[in-house]
C-alpha cells in the first residue's frame, strides 16, 4: 500500500495530493471569512482553476457571493495558492453532502 502512495504516477498518490490540496485550501478560506460564514461555507472540489465552495443554504451563497472578488484577488496574490481563476459556490443543505477530512 505505501508503494502505491508513494509512486507519483499512482492515481492513490494523486488523490492524496488532490485532497492534502482541498484541504488546505479549506483551511485558507475558513480564516479568510467572517465567522458567520465559516460554519456555513467548506471547499468541495478545485479542477481546472476553479473552486467549488459548499454553502448550506442560499442566504449563505448570497453572502459568500459578495466576497468572491475580494477572496479571488486575495488568493491571486499569494505565492503559495495554487492558480484560481473563478469560484463556484453550490449551495448543499446540510445532510446532503459529505466533506471528507484526512486528519
Excluded: F
Excluded at 56 to 62: G, R
Amino acid at each position: 500500500m505505501r508503494q502505491l502512495i508513494a509512486n507519483p504516477s499512482s492515481i492513490l498518490y494523486r488523490l492524496l495530493q488532490h485532497s492534502q490540496t482541498l484541504e488546505q485550501l479549506d483551511n485558507w478560506l475558513q480564516a479568510s471569512l467572517p465567522i458567520p460564514l465559516q460554519q456555513h461555507c467548506y471547499i468541495a472540489n478545485l479542477r481546472n482553476n476553479t473552486l467549488v465552495v459548499h454553502t448550506d443554504s442560499s442566504l449563505w451563497a448570497t453572502r459568500l457571493r459578495y466576497l468572491t472578488p475580494e477572496l479571488l484577488y486575495r488568493w491571486q496574490q499569494e505565492k503559495s495558492m495554487p492558480t484560481i481563476d473563478k469560484i463556484e459556490i453550490r449551495i448543499r443543505p446540510l445532510g446532503t453532502s459529505i466533506k471528507l477530512s484526512l486528519s
